[in-house]
């Protein structure tokens, strides 16, 4: 399956290397490829040069948003939260269409330090925000309530015995998405929250994962539901 990720940070890098390794074909999308390959420094989290790591991933294609719109049969947003909606701008509504978009980022605010606050809550959310932006697009909330090494793959903490959440307003691209997860990283138990606005409730799940990374003093834990 060709998959189209936005942006080149940790997240989009794990996701991106983790996809080809099953087989699929990945472009990473950014702004300006030119720019970001020549790049001195990484992230905050891996202060390796994205040039080396994309070097060290070969299967990797990288270009502009809208060709990794364009690319993708499937979207993944792996933006910073507040690069999200200047990203999919970016790349336009004609290149992003109908397409069924996984959004996985969480609209941190760092401003103050740490720990970060959502930018947006209560009443909104990123995922919504997106959705209104750009009303064919297909947006599913999903994978944002853990790590992304905890994204990919799921076993590694209690076999797997955890949950994760969809939420969006097409039925059809929520079962796609249920279907990814499993097919892609193995993830076996996902609810469907609802609409959209269930983003919320997710995304506020975040204040509370922060706390819990703290009191644990490691980020390889997930939120289970027990029926």
Known sequence: M??????????GQTLAAALVARGHEVM????????????????????????EWLASNPGVKLGTFAEAARFGEALINATSGGGALPALE???????????????ANPLDFSHGMPPTLSVCNTDSLGEQLQRAFPRLRVVKTLNTTNVKVMI???AVAGG???????????????????????????????????????????????????????????????????
């Open 161 to 227: 015995d955890h949950t994760m959440f969809v939420c969006g307003n097409d039925a059809e691209a929520k079962a796609s998405a249920t279907r990814w997860l499993g097919e892609w990283f193995g993830w076996r138990d996902v609810i469907d929250l609802g609409d959209i606005t269930t983003a919320r409730g997710t995304e506020m799940l975040l204040p509370v994962w922060l706390r819990l990374w703290g009191a644990l003093g490691t980020q390889m834990f997930n939120f289970k539901i027990a029926r």
């Open 90 to 104: 970016a790349a336009g509504a004609d290149a992003l269409g109908d397409r069924v978009m996984l959004d996985v």
């Open 2 to 11: 060709q998959i189209g990720i936005f942006g080149t940070g940790m997240v």
């Open 28 to 51: 990473i999308g950014t702004r300006d490829p030119a720019a970001t390959l020549a790049r001195d420094t990484g992230t905050p989290m891996d202060p390796t040069p994205f040039r």
């Open 153 to 155: 793959d799921p076993a």
